[in-house]
């Protein structure tokens, strides 16, 4: 294998490390802090630490005042939590978008395979129908056979008339 010469090679020199990231396991660490952080437990949690914060800060517990006043400190973290939560949001709600887009083309996909199977039982049903309209049914038959009973009846009783008469 040829050795590489950097100096003879255009191209970026890399000062960072080059980072690669599994997307799926970014991704549900991005939908879990976005469904965290939209729920009471998050507010009760946020609203603990401001508290706690400003009483350190305004009252001095323990000797504590880090963070004067206007509280620059406490809203340099607000400020980093929304640049970071922001993005993240954004990634959860891109991946169930995504999701919620599969769902509905496999749904779309059903429908259709659905109408195609109940127009070819309609189908069905028709020519089934139109056969069924070309045979004879029970009601006609008993009708029919009636008819000949009765004709049957009144030719024995003249066949039985003219055998007395004669």
Request: charged fraction near 5%; hydrophobic fraction near 80%; charge should be negative.
């Given at each position: 294998m040829a050795e590489r010469n950097p100096l003879s090679q255009p191209g970026r020199r890399r000062w960072l490390p080059r980072v690669s990231l599994d997307s799926e396991t970014f991704g549900r660490f991005a939908e879990s802090v976005a469904s965290f952080m939209g729920t009471?437990?998050?507010l009760v949690y946020m609203t603990v630490f401001v508290v706690l914060w400003i009483l350190f800060n305004v009252v001095g517990i323990f000797g504590f005042r880090w963070d004067a006043y206007p509280f620059?400190?406490?809203n340099?973290?607000?400020s980093t939590q929304a640049s970071y939560s922001?993005?993240?949001i954004l990634l959860a709600q891109n991946r169930q978008e995504r999701r919620d887009q599969v769902s509905f083309d496999e749904d779309r996909r059903i429908a259709a395979q659905s109408r195609a199977d109940m127009d070819f039982l309609a189908r069905e049903i028709a020519a089934i129908r139109m056969s069924l309209g070309e045979?004879?049914?029970r009601?006609?038959?008993r009708g029919e056979l009636r008819n000949e009973l009765r004709d049957l009846a009144e030719r024995l009783e003249q066949a039985t008339d003219e055998e007395e008469q004669k």
């Open positions: 009471a437990t998050f620059i400190l406490l340099l973290f607000f922001a993005p993240l045979l004879a049914t009601d006609f038959v």
